[in-house]
């Protein structure tokens, strides 16, 4: 370990950080973002569930590496390629949470809201979207933890993050650049997870602190 | 040419299918990585699951580590195993237990943690002692869960085995990192379709597998839902 690289290379360091935040964490949200409609369109019509629900565990088994790989004639050695691979497979994991979350929410909070005169999008967005969370936040945990994890291979389709510093290591067989990496990928993934569950609480102050 | 183009020339082309090197070979080298991890993966993550879920104690632990486990990028681990224990089993094997684990433990957990707490009760009440609880109840109601799992995990090892062959060893990756080192994008798109079509096999593999060990009364109950 050498702890002087660490000082003398702190702005690119931090540059490639960026880079690795905004390769993680942008196919988590764009997930999300791409999830929620489907998944309450899904929870409403439940013909439209099974359907969805066979392409996305399809899709699901399809390997985001095999996507990076894949991908290259359409989208070339860009940031966009990486981006588009963890989309899908964070649309995988967020897409079930959010059926499953909507489908939780008892019939009788259902029956209570429409009888205090809620309507039909008034009580999803007041009611069943709230009670949902924390099942929504789950999925969307575990998708924003692994793309950040993952873009640690963005460096081998040329995709510059803190990935650089794992093949540069490796190539120079120095370790500072491993750990350096191997540390700030952790410490990113754990801090974007805190960040929901912080999310969470704030979203949903009924419940148990725990 | 799409992707698919490039794939599927290369996939058909014979002389890829035989001699050493070829793509039954590497596919075997793949799932020989992958099954290897999974099967240790499941033997130190099914017992601590059912532990901890028949206990309830140190389930809040069991979520937080299958979580922070999953932060743990494969590749780094690898290549710092790499640089260290140079070119043991363990550089590969490691970090693809490390993968396999969150997966089985978390549903395992779960699957277990689930069971009607009248049914446990039934359980006890007829005489079972905790062992007879725990191997003829609480795991073949847990199954399926357990089994969802192990697919999740044999999904990422299959998938991440490939980065393997970035350290000088076999298995599909070998097509994917020496088509990226000589400019040839063919092998790189044939072995992401070999990467695909394993993905969706350990897929129907599973599928099969939970069709035949999961009890008969569970499947009609669901059924009966």
Known sequence: MNWSWIPAHGSEIWAYAKD???????????????????????????????????????????PSIALFFALIPALGLTDTNVIVALTLFSLCVIFPNVVAGLHAVPDSVRQSATAMGYGALRRLAMVELPLAVPVIIGGLRVAVVSSISLTSVSQLIGVYSLSYYLIDGYQRQFPTEIYVALVLIIVLAVACDLVLVGVRRVLTPWMARS | MSFFNYAWDWVTQSANWHGAGSIPQQVLAQLGYAGAALLIAALIAIPAGVAIGHT????????????????????????????????????????????????????????????????????????????QQVTRVEVPIALPLILVGLRTGAIFVVATATL?????????????FDGLDSYNYSPVAGGALVLMVLAVLVLVFFAVLARLVVPAGLRKQRRSE
């Not at chain 1, 196919?27 to 392409?55: E, H, K, Q, T």
């Not at chain 2, 393997?164 to 994917?176: C, D, E, P, Q, S």
Request: hydrophobic share 60%.
């Open chain 2, 56 to 131: 309830g104690r140190g389930a809040v632990v069991v979520i937080n580590i299958g979580n922070a486990m999953r932060a743990i990028p494969t590749l780094a681990l690898l290549i710092l195993l790499a640089l260290y224990i140079t070119f043991s089993f363990l550089t590969w094997l490691v970090p693809l237990v490390v993968l396999a684990i969150p997966p089985i433990l978390v549903n395992t957990y779960e699957g277990v943690a689930g069971v009607d707490p009248g049914v446990r009760d039934a359980a006890k009440g007829t005489g079972m002692t905790a062992w």
């Open chain 2, 164 to 176: 393997v062959a970035y350290l000088g060893l076999g298995g599909v990756g070998r097509f994917i």
């Open chain 1, 20 to 62: 690795s935040a905004l390769l993680g964490i942008t196919p988590a949200l764009l997930g999300l973002v791409i999830s929620l409609p489907l998944g309450i369109v899904a929870a409403r019509w439940r013909w439209f569930n099974a359907p969805v629900l066979g392409v996305v565990s399809v899709l699901y088994a399809i």
